[in-house]
């Protein structure tokens, strides 16, 4: 159960877009289309932005959107604003009835 | 609506015993997959633990055979009691409401922070 590698930092000015990687394994992210990604901002409990790949619950801007191809899964905030600043975590169904949450990405806008 | 609010944390010593509740508002633990899921102090997001509505249970490795998820319908309340604890415990552990359809957490309560140290 490894966590999934995310890189440690993106940033980007306002109104610029930048994309976060999540790259997992054939035990997890690379078979199962259950990929989500979550918002949190410090000292806040994280908040579902993007589940099923691709899909985002209602309220959720449609600045966010996600994409999977093979073993990485990648999450784009277009339009970036400043509110966007905060960590993101990808997660995934690992098999088994286990999951497994990526190390996490701080997003900074410039 | 629903609400989610975990008690229970503090500090406790290495071996140590803590049981975490969270009770639900809104809708039924019962029927409901619910998990924890817990934060190390200035780490990442670290799945532990779910309870499915049908009553199977799943742990993380690093758990499996110290804690043990539980509910209780008449109170409405999920619980983790966490046996065996170790300074690597130590961490904001969630209480989530998870999706029936899929793999993901639609709600997150605030958290409750257990500190293991001697």
């Known amino acids: 159960q490894s966590a999934l590698t995310q890189p440690p930092s993106a940033s980007g000015s306002p109104g610029q877009s930048v994309t976060i990687s999540c790259t997992g394994t054939s035990s997890d992210l690379g078979n199962y289309n259950f990929v989500s990604w979550y918002q949190q901002h410090p000292g806040r409990a994280p908040k579902l932005i993007i589940y099923d790949v691709n899909q985002r619950p209602s309220g959720v801007p449609d600045r966010f959107s996600g994409s999977k191809s093979g073993y990485t899964a990648s999450l784009t905030v277009s339009g970036l604003q400043a509110e966007d600043e905060a960590d993101y975590y990808c997660s995934s169904y690992a098999g088994n009835n286990k999951g497994v949450f990526g190390t996490g990405t701080k997003v900074s806008v410039l | 609506e629903v609400q989610l609010v975990e008690s229970g944390g503090g500090l406790v010593q290495p071996g140590g015993s803590l049981r975490l509740s969270c009770a639900a508002s809104?809708?039924?633990?019962?029927?409901?997959?619910m998990s924890w899921v817990r934060q190390a102090p200035g780490k990442g997001l670290e799945w532990v633990s779910i309870?499915?509505?049908?009553?199977?249970?799943s742990y993380a490795d690093s758990v499996k055979g110290r804690f043990i998820i539980s509910r209780d319908s008449s109170r409405n309340t999920l619980y983790l009691q966490m046996n065996g604890l170790r300074v690597e415990d130590t961490a904001v552990y969630y209480c989530t409401k998870d999706t029936a359809r899929g793999w993901h957490v639609d709600y997150w309560g605030q958290g409750t922070l257990v500190t293991v140290s001697s």
């Open positions: 309870v499915f509505s049908g009553g199977t249970t």
């Open positions: 809104g809708f039924r633990v019962d029927i409901n997959y």
